[in-house]
């Protein structure tokens, strides 16, 4: 059994529980970690001198990217060569799963730059952007070509990124392929990894889609088990914020979370661990901790509301506002001749399709609801869940700053990893609360959160 001592950094700096390869932090040069099997009886890869030594001529970067790629070729059959857009959930919904100004932004400049040029540029646009004050940071020049750029809590080492992700791709070198939607996005957030590093105490996930598929559940085998569990024993708060909601039923929230609260159990986590752990459900709206029991219960909402959300959450203006939503997206619905199913819940209303449709509709309704509802007074999040639109009653943007207010952790300590930042996406609202990690499938969310945690072994000896 593990030991369930938070393992020193010097210690964790030299092997990492996985088998991985460490970095030597004096002299800079990877050795190799020790051998043995994974949690769950796995072997460990790479343990021929031979494999060694071709790893240790790449960065990790690199090395975990031609891990994931390699993955997707064998989960989706593919009888070619892989491509960071062979992700399962990319080629099912398409051009409107890869929707954001900045990517779009620097995917263009390709034509008239050089790959080098192109992220030497923002770079140092971002960094022109955090050295005025918050206020006038629309002013920017990067905020005036891109006025929906966003919010920044980090400089970003995007040059630094690319050169690692060069390793893997040869990006730079390519004369007539210019880089795609998912490698910018990809360079974005290794640059994102290695700012946020530094100082992060609390990471925060997204369910469906990030740490499991969707419409699935947290099993056993889930390869992030160990990863959350390594970041709640370097004292790094976890939190998965989520839209599904069940109101007085912890339970229930127990039975998606399995595999990771009978984790908890088996490892027999401490308190002092076990308490970084939370669950955000129905947006803002319950929260979850782990007990002495190892079972979630409700955090009573005394103890984290903010006065913010007293203004809205228990009268009849909620009730008034789930009717007009429902009777909007029933109505919505039929115009576009999708028969569907209602789902009504405390602080949520949804359509779910009764039988197959295109996922065009369902983000047309999402949009469509969003402007609807544009002038109420009730916050809310109009959302494409992939199989079905919910109207849900606050947003993630609440419920990451209630979460943050009661762990005592500012916006550039927290770091957010999710894979709906669209327009119809329910993490969208997240990028004004916390510096944000934006994924296509959980094989990505385990890349990044392995690149995460050797990032803050080393600065921490460092």
């Known amino acids: 059994m593990r030991s369930t001592r938070p393992r020193a950094a010097n210690e964790a700096a030299t092997t990492e529980p996985d088998g991985e390869s460490a970095i030597d932090v004096v002299s800079g040069v990877e050795t190799s970690a020790r051998g043995g099997a994974r949690r769950g009886g796995n072997a460990r890869e790479g343990n021929t001198a031979a494999n060694g030594a071709n790893q240790a001529e790449v960065g990790r970067a690199a090395r975990y990217m031609r891990e994931l790629i390699k993955n997707q070729v064998n989960a989706n059959h593919l009888a070619r060569a892989g491509s960071v857009t062979d992700s399962s959930v990319l080629r099912r919904k398409g051009r409107l799963k890869e ?7 620097i995917v263009d400049l390709h034509k ?5 040029e192109v992220f030497s540029k923002v770079e140092g646009w971002i960094d022109e952007i955090l050295e005025v004050p918050k206020e006038k940071r629309r002013f920017s020049k990067l905020s005036r070509m891109v006025p929906a750029v966003g919010f920044f809590f980090h400089r970003l080492p995007l040059v630094k990124a690319l050169r690692e992700y060069d390793e893997f791709s040869s990006l730079s070198k390519r004369r007539y392929v210019l880089p795609n939607f998912a490698e910018v996005r990809h360079i974005l957030n290794i640059a994102q990894v290695h700012a946020s590093s530094k100082d992060v105490r609390l990471v925060t996930f997204d369910a469906d889609g990030t740490l499991y598929a969707d419409g699935m559940h947290f099993e056993d085998d889930n390869k992030m088990i160990e990863r959350i569990m390594q970041f709640m024993e370097l004292g790094i708060h976890v939190a998965i914020v989520t839209a599904a909601g ?3 039923e912890p339970s229930k929230f127990e039975g998606r979370l399995k595999g990771l609260v009978d984790a908890f159990a088996a490892q027999k ?10 669950v955000m459900g129905g947006e ?4 979850l901790r782990v007990n002495d029991d190892y079972r979630l219960e409700f955090v009573p909402s005394t103890e984290w509301h903010t006065e913010h959300m007293y203004d809205w959450r228990d009268n009849d203006d909620v009730r008034q506002f789930l009717d007009r939503a429902e ?3 029933t109505s919505y619905a039929k115009n576009l001749g999708v028969q569907v199913d209602v789902l009504r819940k405390e602080y949520a209303v949804g359509v779910i399709p009764q039988s197959d449709t295109i996922y065009e509709n369902l983000e047309e309704i999402a949009l469509a609801c969003q402007a ?19 109207v849900d009653v606050g947003n993630k943007h609440i419920g990451l700053q209630a979460l943050m207010k009661y762990l005592n952790v500012a916006g550039s300590q ?8 669209t327009l119809t996406g329910n993490d969208a609202k997240v990028r004004e609360a916390a510096s944000i990690l934006w994924v296509a499938s959980p094989d990505e969310t385990t890349f990044f959160m392995r690149l995460l945690y050797r990032d803050i072994l080393n600065a921490r000896v460092l």
């Open 99 to 105: 929707q954001d100004a900045l990517i779009e932004f």
């Open 112 to 116: 008239t730059h050089t790959t080098e």
């Open 246 to 248: 069940y109101p007085g």
């Open 269 to 278: 986590l401490p308190k002092e661990v076990r308490e970084k752990f939370h």
């Open 284 to 287: 803002c709206n319950y929260l």
């Open 327 to 329: 009777d909007f997206l």
């Open 372 to 390: 609807e509802l544009s002038d109420s007074k009730i916050p809310f999040c109009a959302f494409n869940g992939g199989n079905d639109v919910f």
């Open 414 to 421: 927290t770091l957010h990893v999710g894979d709906r930042f």
